[in-house]
């Protein structure tokens, strides 16, 4: 693994294709049992639908993160969750990563930001959670060839 803080723009892509996948996975745990209640006349309360959102989603997080530390966006973009010491993930920390992710991402995305000012260029999330998101040694860095060359060029 590469401990890799300047991926930000690596880990925001993931994160927009993250989106597409929480939508289809809401339309299908969602959305579908949501009609279905309708059509049997029970209209569930609005904080009753925030506690459904709540509970797939967390599902949907926490078992991907403890089952190989990806979901299939960080698989497509090389990147893994894992304890700050290197280590899977432990349940009650995959959980409480997805937790202080939602005040981290709803509050306007301060704890998206939180990374630009980070001293190893993490989430809020992962800081509060112990945990950080490293690059997979196997993929390719996001900078063009040109650049990385000369910012190695600059270090000699």
Request: charged residues 15%.
């Amino acid at each position: 693994m590469l401990h890799d803080p300047s991926s930000v723009g690596r880990r925001l892509g993931a994160m927009l294709y993250e989106s597409l996948v929480v939508f289809a996975i809401l339309i299908a745990f969602f959305i579908f049992p949501q009609m279905i209640f309708v059509a049997f006349g029970w209209q569930p309360s609005g904080k009753l639908q925030w506690l459904h959102i709540f509970f797939v989603l967390m599902a949907y997080f926490v078992w991907c993160w403890l089952h190989g530390g990806q979901t299939l966006p960080m698989k497509t973009w090389k990147l893994r969750i894992e304890s700050a010491n290197g280590t899977p993930l432990r349940p009650l920390q995959a959980i409480l990563r997805y937790m202080a992710a939602w005040p981290s991402i709803v509050l306007g995305g301060i704890g998206l930001a939180w990374a630009l000012f980070d001293r190893d260029g993490q989430f809020l999330h992962d800081r509060l959670a112990g945990t950080r998101m490293v690059r997979l040694r196997d993929s390719a860095p996001l900078d063009p060839p040109d650049q990385a060359t000369r910012r190695q060029q600059k270090k000699r």
